[in-house]
């Protein structure tokens, strides 16, 4: 037992000269960068920082950071900017895979005790004109009086004289399985909090930093969002009844109102239960979260081919709203309006409440053959002809059979944006029909 005992002190003092010497190493070449990096940047900046920090527990970081830019009357302070890993040997694996441009298998860099004045001139310079902005934008100051964009100005006569926060953005890689997750949580004081999780399936082995950024169409995979009011809303909610000159409860009403009736007259109805959720989140401390799953990754720039209701369920779209499911998640959408929308200049609030919502077009479809059940596994003996299939999930889709195999099953659909082919597994489908 002596023996024993003597051989793990002797390990335990092995591994802390090893972390010893790593952190040294970490250290000094750490601030011979970052000394480095000050240097340059003084022509754009002045930059200064208190020492550098690391930890056994596999974190790097500069503390008491201070940066002052030339060309503003502005001053950005940092308490503590940290790169983290695992462990500190992890740490030192990963200093030498960016070094390398190799990606490291997970990272994360974190802000904390960010500081920005709203009085200086990164934030608190005059916005761009009203006509100058999308319809989709200053939506959070519909009803707030003579007020149209919510910025420094306004944030200050609300009691806010500067932003501070943490910050965290970081992500891991699932080599096995081709999975890249991205993980944000953003904290600022008295205002809000942001926690959101979104992974992408790859379409191919990620070797370099360079074949990361080139990724061709990510498929999304999981989708974790959450959003906590921190105090905002009643600040909101209070400036802008005083600005229209009513109780707090008709600008909510009058606010919801002008919103539905902006992002109509723009190409976007929300059904009634999205109205009420987004009622009931401006309360006081109200709290959004945002889950989807879909069956399989699936390429997001496909789903403007499909209708609103398949394109909840092939994301698996779930939403709460203080703690409460919404059951209601229909909306429609114009992608015609929505793209000039984006291209334009904004319409007059009095002109947008004039246009009376559209009854939904509905699409007839001619067939002049019958649909006949089949299974699932002699689709292959109907590849060419118009199928219909339905997965396990409700999802029905209508197209041409391209291929079929025990892998999965690829179907061309034609919208009249032009065409998408949609890959399924065929353990997802539950039903088929074959046109003929």
Known sequence: MRKLMKFVATLLIFLILIAGGVGGYLWYDTKQRVDQFVMLAKPFAEISYGGIEISPTGSLGINRLRITPHTMNDVITIGALQLKAPNILELLKTYWQLRQGEPPQALSLSMRELELSLQGDLLGSSSSSIHQRTPFEDLDALGCGQVAHLASTEWQEMGYDRFVGNAEIGYRFDAAHNILTFQVDNYTRNWATLNMSISLALSGPVSSIIALANQEKPRLASLDLAFQDDGFNQRRNDYCAAKAGKTVDDYLADHVRLLVARLHANGIDLGPGLITAYRQFLNVGGRLSLTATPPAP????????????????????????????????????????????????????????????AAPTEQVVIIQKNYHSIPVGALDQHIGKIAKLETTTGATFRGLLEMVSKEGIKIKINK???????????????SAQVLY
């Open 298 to 357: 699936i390429d997001p720039t496909d789903l403007q081919h499909y209708a609103t209701e398949d394109v909840i369920k092939l994301l698996g779209l779930k939403m709460q709203v203080n703690n409460e499911t919404v059951t209601d998640l229909s909306v429609n959408w114009d992608n015609a309006k929505i793209a000039h929308a984006l291209n334009t200049q904004m319409i007059p609030e009095k002109e947008i409440e004039k246009l009376a919502p």
């Open 416 to 430: 009249s944006g032009g065409s998408v082919t949609l890959s399924l597994r065929s353990n997802e489908i539950r």
